[in-house]
Nanobody, 115 residues
Framework: QVQLVESGGGLVQPGGSRRLSCATARNIFSNYVLGWYRQAPGKQRELVASITSNGRTNYADSVKGRFTISRDNAKNTLNLQMNSLKPEDTAVYYC?????????WGQGTQVTVSS
């Protein structure tokens, strides 16, 4: 059973920042493409950002310049630094690990951007 354990969600004011983290096992961290997805109420789950094992990143247009995905190799942790948050960023954020047909999800963490 692959475990992806997210943390860092919560309530933040518009314009504020939040950092999400996702801890996983060493073999997953080293060999899978890791990513963050989000799902807002009534909408489909969408890719926010992803990062390969060699550090190549990809971002959704809606978060470019505001969000940064990174890997902490010492802690086997995936991070998502979110700055300049907007109400439309409100969603459940999911950590994902993908390798071929192996696709694993975390339990999700709620981020609410509201004054």
């Amino acid at each position: 059973q692959v475990q992806l354990v997210e943390s860092g969600g919560g309530l933040v004011q518009p314009g504020g920042s939040r950092r999400l983290s996702c801890a996983t096992a060493r073999n997953i961290f080293s060999n899978y493409v890791l990513g963050w997805y989000r799902q807002a109420p009534g909408k489909q789950r969408e890719l926010v950002a992803s990062i390969t094992s060699n550090g190549r990143t990809n971002y959704a247009d809606s978060v470019k310049g505001r969000f940064t995905i990174s890997r902490d190799n010492a802690k086997n942790t995936l991070n998502l630094q979110m700055n300049s948050l907007k109400p439309e960023d409100t969603a459940v954020y999911y950590c994902n690990a993908l390798s071929g047909f192996r696709n694993f999800w975390g339990q999700g963490t709620q981020v609410t951007v509201s004054s």
